[in-house]
T-cell receptor
C-alpha cells in the first residue's frame, strides 16, 4: 500500500543524547515536512524539503537537523542542543497542489 | 504566506450539521484552502481543498466566499467520530507554507 511510515512509534532518550526519527514515503512525493506538536497545541514546522539534497528551516529548527539523500526518506535528528525535546513528532509529504499525507507520528520522551 | 484564524472550539449535536469557519483575509490568488482534521494522538487527515469554487466530497463540503477571505467547512451530519481538531490552511506552490496553526476543537455531543 502507498503511504508514509514513521518509526518508531515511541522513543525514549536520555538527556544529552542525539536521536534520529525515521520517515519514509512511497508516494513519489517531492515535498516532505517535519512538525512538532506539544500537548494541546497545533503543529509547528521544524524543517521542510522540496527536492532531494535540499531542505529549509521552518519556524522551530534550532536543535534539529535533517537530510534528504533520497526522495523517499527524510530523517530527523533531535540533537542534544534541543532543550525541550519531549513532544509528538509528525512527518508529512505532498505534491505541489495536492493534499499532504501524514505519518502516525513518533512520541519522543526524554528520561 | 497567508495565515488563518479559527475559533478555538465548537460544539455540535450529533446528527446536525457542523459549520466550521475560517478567516484567511490575506490569501493570495494562487493559494488554495485546505482542511485537515486530527483525532487525538494520530496524524492529521486530509478532508477537502478548493481554490474559489465550492467543493463537496464524501466527507464534507467547502464553501469559499466570493472574495476568498473566508471559508466554511460543513460536515452535513456530524457523528461522534467527527470529534477532532480541524485545521484550515492556505497553501500555494512550494513546500514552505504548510502552516497549521492551532485549529478548532470540534466536540460532537450525543
Amino acid at each position: 500500500d502507498g503511504g508514509i511510515t514513521q518509526s518508531p512509534k515511541y522513543l525514549f532518550r536520555k538527556e544529552g543524547q542525539n536521536v534520529t526519527l525515521s520517515c519514509e514515503q512511497n508516494l513519489n512525493h517531492d515535498a516532505m515536512y517535519w512538525y512538532r506538536q506539544d500537548p494541546g497545541q497545533g503543529l509547528r514546522l521544524i524543517y521542510y524539503s522540496q527536492i532531494v539534497n535540499d531542505f529549509q528551516k521552518g519556524d522551530i529548527a534550532e536543535g534539529y537537523s535533517v537530510s534528504r539523500e533520497k526522495k523517499e526518506s527524510f530523517p530527523l535528528t533531535v540533537t542534544s542542543a534541543q532543550k525541550n525535546p519531549t513532544a509528538f513528532y509528525l512527518c508529512a509529504s505532498s505534491i505541489d497542489y495536492g493534499e499532504a499525507f501524514f505519518g502516525q507520528g513518533t512520541r519522543l520522551t526524554v528520561v | 504566506d497567508a495565515k488563518t484564524t479559527q475559533p478555538p472550539s465548537m460544539d455540535c449535536a450529533e446528527g446536525r450539521a457542523a459549520n466550521l469557519p475560517c478567516n484567511h483575509s490575506t490569501i493570495s490568488g494562487n493559494e488554495y484552502v485546505y482542511w485537515y482534521r486530527q483525532i487525538h494522538s494520530q496524524g492529521p487527515q486530509y478532508i477537502i481543498h478548493g481554490l474559489k469554487n465550492n467543493e463537496t466530497n464524501e466527507m464534507a463540503s467547502l464553501i469559499i466566499t466570493e472574495d476568498r477571505k473566508s471559508s466554511t467547512l460543513i460536515l452535513p451530519h456530524a457523528t461522534l467520530r467527527d470529534t477532532a481538531v480541524y485545521y484550515c490552511i492556505v497553501k500555494g506552490a512550494g513546500a514552505n507554507n504548510l502552516f497549521f496553526g492551532t485549529g478548532t476543537r470540534l466536540t460532537v455531543i450525543p
